[in-house]
């Protein structure tokens, strides 16, 4: 007898059992994604509109307040709905997006990190070259490489599910 069992949703553990306790992890996830939401939109909003404010740096940390957007708005929005809305499921495909962005966006925000690290190192220890290195051709290049470079182990999430579904359709003679 081949094994036909699949996942279509995982099951996920609550916070809390009591519903006071649901609605009071609600309304803390709240304030928390509010208050990210406030944070990085002022940061965008300052340095896309104060023209003093287009250098390297700032323009190394528009780009981080939006990959924290992104990485914020991965799990917290779930979280909440689970929460409020007494729900303890994910489904399968939801999961699998869900880690895949959050670990694009995570490791972007790292590789982010690193260059603006190269940045303060070329300002203090370069500082005649510092327009030379860093002009706003390679500003841009080099956050679209940290973003782009890290898709690869991101990938792994896609790529384990097509696995998966190759081996359910094996184990019920379907090869492809």
């Given amino acids: 007898m081949p094994n036909s069992s699949s996942i279509s949703e995982f099951l996920l ?5 009591t519903r006071q306790l649901q609605l009071l992890h609600f309304w803390l996830l709240l304030g928390i994604y509010l ?16 023209h003093r404010l287009h250098t390297p740096m700032y323009f190394f940390l528009l780009n981080l307040a939006l990959l924290d957007l992104g990485c914020i708005s991965t799990t917290l929005p779930k979280a909440m709905a689970n929460a409020l809305w007494h729900t303890r499921h ?3 495909a939801g999961c699998a997006a869900q880690l ?3 670990l694009f966006f995570l490791s ?3 590789s982010l990190l690193t260059i603006m690290s190269y940045d303060r190192y070329v300002a203090i220890c370069k500082p005649l070259h510092y327009g030379i290195l860093l002009g706003s051709r390679a500003c841009a290049t080099m956050a679209a490489a940290g ?3 890290w898709c690869m182990p991101c990938c792994a999430v896609p790529a384990a ?3 998966v579904e190759k081996a359910q359709n094996v184990d019920k003679g379907l090869a492809t």
Avoid at 13 to 17: N, V
Avoid at 35 to 50: E, H, K, P, Q, R
């Fill in 13 to 17: 553990l609550a916070l809390a059992d």
């Fill in 35 to 50: 208050a990210a939401l406030l944070g990085n939109g002022l940061i965008s909003t300052a340095v896309a509109c104060d």
């Fill in 90 to 92: 994910i489904s399968y």
């Fill in 100 to 102: 895949f962005f959050f």
């Fill in 108 to 110: 972007a925000e790292y």
């Fill in 147 to 149: 973003s782009s470079g």
């Fill in 161 to 163: 599910d097509t696995r």
